[in-house]
């Protein structure tokens, strides 16, 4: 069981739990507690939830969005992070495990969730999650001592298409159903 395949959350969940060499490398090279993943209902539940969480962050984002440009990037990394744990959530990845060893690097994120069978290898993404990483530093940065933080050259739009790539492939992946839209009366 070296690598795992993508798995579609409306199969029955394993009662086993998973392995992955990929992922035991990754946590070498982090420095990270070796995990041993194990799906559970209430994973796929809080998976969902994130998913959710997701698509709120995300409309906010759409043209015309409201804020300066380190908001938007903040808000995107919130986004990424968000569908990319739905998809650690759900292939067994305990919550308090991702908060203590990948926190706000959307770009671990990625790291993990590939090795675990997500499947996304777009460069540009893996370019944007650096750029975001950790992505509290958009929303601080008074604190920090570069006055101009390296956005990677990305524009608006670039990162919207890009979140959306990436929530759409989640959603693929997990199987979760895309919200209906509320209708007004």
């Known amino acids: ?54 698509e709120d962050f995300m409309l906010p984002l759409g043209p015309g969005a409201p804020g300066d440009w380190s908001d938007f990037l903040y808000s995107s990394g919130i986004v990424a992070q968000l569908a990319l744990s739905s998809h650690l959530l759900d292939v067994g990845f305990p919550d308090a495990w991702c908060a203590r060893n990948i926190g706000l690097h959307v770009d ?20 944007l999650m650096q750029v975001l990483s950790p992505y509290w530093k958009w929303n601080r940065r008074h604190l920090i001592d570069s006055p101009h933080l390296n956005d990677g050259g990305f524009t608006p739009d670039e990162v919207q298409r890009l979140l959306r790539s990436l929530m759409d492939h989640v959603r693929h992946v997990t199987g979760h159903q895309l919200r209906r839209p509320i209708t007004k009366s």
């Open 108 to 127: 671990r994120s990625l790291a993990y969730a590939n090795a675990s069978g997500l499947g996304y290898e777009c460069a540009e993404t893996a370019r």
């Open 1 to 54: 069981m070296d690598n795992l395949i993508p798995v579609s959350s409306q199969r029955s969940l394993p009662g086993r739990p998973l392995a992955n060499s990929r992922n035991a490398a990754l946590c070498r090279t982090c420095d990270a507690q070796p995990v041993q993943l194990q799906r559970t209902g209430e994973g796929r539940d809080l998976s969902r939830a994130r998913y959710r969480r997701a």
